[in-house]
């Protein structure tokens, strides 16, 4: 097989490594690539069998190795295949370019160790809850109304039962940034050495999943005014309060951009899942650090409130999940919603004792602060890809609404190998929350080879954060987005030819699509066109080019479609 073909297996048995999640099968992938059974006349094993590729690799001295691939049928280490007498029809591989490859899914798959050589772990011990509700329990009604409102609110308004622990981890950012905003502004509040950050903890057995922030919490009166309302949102009232601040000279810092909640109904999604739900929280203001407060309410219109003692500051959420939905109680589980959803908020994530979002959302940082390093390294997660992309786009913009994007083109595409048609590649974000991946509203079909992200705090998007409701504001931002791809691939073309030519050659027939499908774009995009002409030096040039170029006598030209110019 050729070189390009050798790296695309390897290519994917590094995806594979990467994606398995359970840990008996992610060292597999990697484990058969290090044991591929390599045929080789160059190399044979005392025994006369075939050598692994791990083997072969370091036993062979030159630079330019010949190299095949049996049968699927010998991915095994105990393979033994006999080597064929002549290589001379078997084409060369980079030897450099696969011992890389495998060093690369060795650093990238921290896993793929035999179970046997690594160290144990020892388990995570949930830390005893030390908050206590203490004096006589107050039994109150939701103000607004009625078992049927939250029936709507927690089992009717989301579509997925996941998205109540993005709500939680919203609301948590929320109180985190409120509580760094008071502290920036010189308010004294409690444990000013305590670390900003959101700590969840899972316990299997009894079914229950803690979510614990140390950000702004709450006194009695906001308990009551928070929780006890369905759709109050205290995010909301923030926010007035910060933009009044602004007209009247203040600076409020940061915290106006960096607040998520909107609507005040995500707390209630928990519903979906829970039997009961308990709160503790410590308002931060230490002119309120008298007392904390406890609630609790199983969400069938009522709920109980009272003080409570060694609560510390912020806010604790005691989910006692459903028999049906104690799924969200596993370790596996709530990592892969927080991965998904929460990997860019902007506080530190632990789940049960272990960090999570280690990656920041560079697209909200500005262009100068980012290191090449760094984009790579955001375009291997964004993209689950592992090549470097030829062009990246990193822009924001306030209008028509304020837009912050990173995009990515990518070296190659598989749609070229029969693999079947791209997902979308760019994913939407709301204030750093994932809002939809993979989304199809962003970009037009034909674009589906671009990665990356759209993160924009003004799309309007429904109760539940989960779509979007002004379609044609959307319509506005997808217009935008796209003209100004097409914008940059032409000034690309006209500042480095030869760049542009390596990524046409791999990408030109989504160029061909769009002059195809998008009529509205037909004449921008057509411009991207490259031809081989038999009047002009060059390999490839643009219908425009081509005009300039035509004596002033010549009136007409023909386009022919043979497989290449020099059969004409």
Known sequence: INAEYMGTVLIGLLRMSRLLTLRSARPLALHSARSLVVRSSQLRSSTGAAPTLRRYLSQTPNKETIIDIPAAETLSETTTTAAPEGTNDVPQMDHAKLEELLREMERGSPEAVPAENQPPQPDFVEPPHVEQASGEKQQMTFQTETKQILDIMAKSLYTDKEVFLRELISNASDALEKARYLQSSNQAILEPERPFEIRLTLNEEKRTLTIQDSGIGMTKDE??????????SGSKAFMKQLSDSTQQGQSPAEAMHNIIGQFGVGFYSTFMVADNVEVFTQSALEKNADQGHYWSSDGSGAYQISPASNVS????????LKKDSKEFSTKYSAEAIIKKYSNFVGFPIYLNGERLNTIGAIWLEPKDSISEEKYQDFYKYASNAYDTPLYRIHFSTDAPLAINALFYFPERHFEKFGMGRMDPG???YCRRVLIKSKSRLVLPEWLRFVKGVVDSEDIPLNISRETTQDSSLLRKVRDYLTKKIIRFLDEESRRDNDKYMKWYQEFGSFLKEGVCSAAEYQHDIAKLLRYESSMSD???????EYIANMPPEKKAFIIALPPTVKLL
């Not at 308990?223 to 109050?232: D, M, N, P």
């Not at 060059?538 to 425009?544: P, Q, T």
């Open 538 to 544: 060059a390999k490839h040039v643009s219908l425009d």
């Open 313 to 320: 500051r912020g806010t604790k959420v005691i989910i006692h």
């Open 426 to 428: 760019v994913s939407l």
């Open 223 to 232: 308990l009551i005014s928070h929780l006890g309302t369905i759709a109050k």
